[in-house]
Every structure is written in C-alpha cells, then in structure tokens.
C-alpha cells in the first residue's frame, strides 16, 4: 500500500491551494484519511482527519479555512485549503489507516508535500 500527495506549492497569503492524496495497492478498506504538516523546528500536528462515513475533524487553526473531503471510489482524500496565512507554511503529509487485502491494519503515510505561503 503507498500513498500519494500532491498539490503543494507556493502562494500568496489569502489565496487557495488544494492538496490531494491517492492511496493505491491492496487495499481493502481505508478508514480514516488525514492530512497532518510539520512546520520548521515544529512537532507533526494533525490538520485535518475524515472517517469512512465522512465525520470530520480539523484543528482549531485552520477551522473555516480548510476543508477535507474523500472520494470511497478513488481511495483519495483532498484538502481545500483557503484564506491562507504565513503560518500554514509547512511540509503536509496525508495518512491512511488502512485495511490490506492480506488482512493487515495499518498506519500509512504519504511522502509529504512543500505549501509555501508567502505575505
């Protein structure tokens, strides 16, 4: 199983950017799909998180700005990401739990990718 992410890139403050995650391989079952980012000298946090049945959470700094979706079909997961600040400069890394075709439950993470948001 591996995942994907794309989308990052460089922007300006207030503008939009979405990021996207494909997960791929034997896959049975996704349950839950994140996007986390790790800033600088900053521990991984989580940003957002959305369940097989599409119940969402998001960390108070980026509530009413981000918005995380999934696509069951796709195995995907997207990250609509607006009015964004300097702050949100970071590597954003998606993740999945998963279930294998072989039975197993776990924990994986995408590569990372660079959002750069300049004033």
């Known amino acids: 199983v591996q995942l994907q992410a794309s989308g990052g890139g460089l922007v300006h403050a207030g503008e939009s950017l979405r990021l996207s995650c494909a997960a791929s391989?034997?896959?049975?079952?996704?349950?839950?799909m994140g996007w986390y980012r790790q800033a600088p000298g900053k521990q991984r946090e989580l940003v957002a998180s959305?369940?097989?049945?599409?119940?969402?959470i998001y960390a108070d700094s980026v509530k009413g700005r981000f918005t995380i979706s999934r696509s069951s079909a796709k195995n995907s997961a997207y990250l609509q990401m607006s009015s964004l600040k300097t702050e949100d400069t970071a590597v954003y890394y998606c993740?999945?739990?998963?279930?294998?075709?072989?039975?197993?439950?776990?924990?994986?993470w995408g590569q990372g990718t660079l959002v750069t948001v300049s004033s």
């Open positions: 391989g034997s896959i049975f079952r996704i349950n839950v």
């Open positions: 959305i369940t097989s049945g599409g119940s969402t």
């Open positions: 993740n999945g739990q998963i279930w294998s075709l072989t039975g197993d439950y776990a924990n994986y």
